[in-house]
């Protein structure tokens, strides 16, 4: 599986912790769409640094309380270095 489309849904950050950790799939996908989440959090955004392979991930829509611009920037900071170290 490259592509999962979770957006709509009722998952958690919880939820995306059990799929960073256990899904057949974590090495291989490429693209995550987790727009108008509403259970996303911060911790459940930076679970998706278990997701090694992920070069898409879109969350449109999920400003709410619970998710802050910190985790995203600090999401994007994490990729912007992971990828220095690859090239």
Request: hydrophobic share 40%; proline share 0%; charged share 15%.
């Given at each position: ?81 992971e990828n220095q170290?690859?090239?």
């Open positions: 599986l490259q592509a999962l489309g979770l957006s709509g849904t009722k998952v958690t950050g919880k939820g995306i912790k059990y799929l960073t950790q256990h899904a057949a799939f974590v090495h291989s996908l490429r693209c995550l769409k987790l727009c108008y989440l509403s259970g996303l959090d911060d911790l459940g955004l930076l679970e998706v640094k278990g997701l090694g392979s992920l070069c898409e991930l879109d969350i449109f829509g999920c400003c709410n309380s619970k998710l802050s611009l910190a985790a995203c920037s600090n999401l994007l900071t994490y990729r912007s270095a170290l690859t090239r």
